[in-house]
């Protein structure tokens, strides 16, 4: 049976103060009061203090932190707000030439119960890579959402951002342009319009386009279809975020490449995660049973999680109890059995922003020896989570724990990358651009056409011209809500 993380636990830990973050929380300085809308209860909040939530945060910091050790002292005395406080209570330490931990973040409740369980988010349908943040900065296209609105009819995949409003993108640095730009990149509220001037990746044509900001129901599970690739045929899934609402699609989508080929179902199936930052762990490891199938993963350890050195392993301290490792589940969180396809490899496709639960898709399925060949650009190297915390109104997210998959690997924090062991890689595969010159799923799609190939014969194409010497790299960040970005235990 599975359980909903942030539940009122039943151990009680006490801080270095003596003070429990769990009696701690809740007393708020501005109580909520009435029926919160998603769970249907009553807000637990009580009349409490600014001083309170703070020392709550300190508290439940200590306690559950990966790093709790090296989070500096820090006086909370002068920070006017809870949520500038908890910005502080993360390590400073670097790994790799980056900060150590790059996932520490705060959502207003309301808006992540939103954004958790429909999807919603406000927009435009289209989602930003970004090859190159400083001038001259590279923001393109990633994707549009399927079906689009009418305002974005001539938009392709790959357009570049040339203007805002007028505000130059590539090279404008003065205060006004900055503020322009993001106001444009980020509206604030529905109804806003904002004027871009976009080059098209093919034609280098530019034509300007007025976007309307809106709420935008994000498809995680845009496309599933298949390839004929000789007398094989192969499926294709582009899986763009681990959304609760990805659970049915997912399970639709195998339903449908098991019906494939009268009834034959697939050969293989190429999932592309280029840009799947991650999401809730438990539609990781659903995947993954569909892809392994009941005979490589049923009864197996899909990932084991590992809190602070203060708890024993297959403990989770925010339950407060003993709990299994994450297995294959072979079922929904409603208990409806889950289709498979009995897969002994899968071909992913990877980009810089496949993240957290994506990588956990395939450090998990690597763990039951079913094989992964990767195609693209390095992960970015993320074998941690948590469980939200809502405190005051307020949900916050802070490292609680490390992954691991059944053979006890997940060190994995430079990411996984695509190509032969001498050359340092640590996943099979081949390092191709991402082929902004046509549509996610089109066979000639660089990474896909990489894919199918391999499938052949285990070699990697040459680079193509335009990828060695465009004037901008071809690989980039995809801008996504953090929580997008990362490994959730929730149900």
């Avoid at 637990?44 to 050790?69: C, H, M, N």
């Avoid at 609760?244 to 997912?250: D, G, M, S, V, Y």
């Avoid at 403990?315 to 294959?328: C, I, K, L, S």
């Avoid at 081949?430 to 499938?455: H, P, T, V």
Wanted: net charge negative; charged share 20%.
């Amino acid at each position: 049976m599975r359980w909903i993380s942030i539940a009122v636990a039943v151990l009680v830990l006490t801080s270095c103060g003596g003070e429990s973050w769990r009696d701690l929380g809740g007393k708020c300085a501005t109580p909520r009061t009435g029926i919160d809308p998603i769970t249907h209860n009553a807000y637990p909040d009580r009349q409490g203090t600014l001083d309170v939530e703070k020392k709550f945060l300190r508290a439940w910091t200590d306690d559950l932190y990966l790093w709790y050790s090296e989070v500096p002292a820090i006086d909370p005395a002068p920070f006017t707000k809870a949520t500038d406080y908890f910005k502080v209570l993360k390590t400073t330490a670097t790994a790799g030439g980056q900060p150590k931990d790059r996932f520490h973040f705060f959502y207003d409740t309301a808006y992540w119960e939103q954004l958790s369980q429909s999807g919603q988010e406000l927009g435009y349908g289209l989602t930003w890579t970004v090859p190159r943040k400083d001038p001259p900065r590279e923001w393109r296209i990633a994707y549009l959402e399927p079906n689009p609105p009418a305002m974005l009819n001539g938009i392709r995949r790959g357009a570049r951002i040339i203007k805002i409003d007028g505000a130059d993108m590539l090279n404008g640095v003065d205060q006004a342009s900055v503020n322009t730009l993001n106001a444009g990149l980020f509206p604030a509220a529905a109804g806003e319009q904002h004027t871009f001037l976009l080059e098209d990746y093919n034609t280098l044509a530019q034509q300007s386009f007025t976007l309307t900001a809106q709420t935008v129901i994000t498809n995680p599970v845009p496309d599933v279809h298949t390839i004929t690739a000789g007398a094989d045929t192969v499926g294709y899934m582009l899986f763009n975020d681990h959304l609760a609402t990805a659970e049915k699609a997912l399970a639709d989508g195998v339903k449908t490449l098991n019906a494939a080929n009268g009834g034959a179902g697939v050969k293989d199936l190429i999932l592309d995660i280029r840009y799947n930052g991650g999401g809730y762990l438990y539609i990781a490891s659903e995947l993954g049973y569909m892809i392994a199938g009941p005979t490589r993963a049923s009864g197996r350890i899909f990932e084991r999680l590992q809190f602070n050195d203060k708890y024993p392993p297959d403990f989770d301290p925010v339950v407060g109890r003993p709990m299994a490792p994450t297995p294959f589940y072979n079922t929904t969180l409603a208990q409806s059995a889950l289709p498979s396809l009995g897969l002994g490899r899968v071909f992913v496709l990877t980009g810089e922003s496949t993240c957290s639960a994506s990588e956990s898709i395939i450090n998990g399925l690597q763990g039951v020896n079913v094989q992964v060949i990767q195609i693209g650009h390095h992960t970015c190297g993320k074998p941690y989570g948590f469980h939200p915390q809502d405190n005051c109104g307020t949900t916050y997210f802070s490292i609680q724990f490390q992954g691991t998959n059944a053979k006890g690997f997940g060190d994995y924090t430079l990411g996984f990358s695509p190509g032969p062991a001498a050359a340092g890689s640590t996943v099979l595969g081949c390092q191709i651009a991402d082929d902004f010159s046509r549509d996610l799923g089109d066979s000639a799609e660089g990474r896909l056409a990489a894919a199918l190939a391999y499938r052949n014969s285990p070699t990697c194409p040459a680079p193509s011209i335009r990828a060695l010497y465009a004037e901008v790299p071809q690989e980039g960040t995809v801008i996504k809500s953090p929580w997008r970005q990362n490994r959730i235990l929730v149900p």
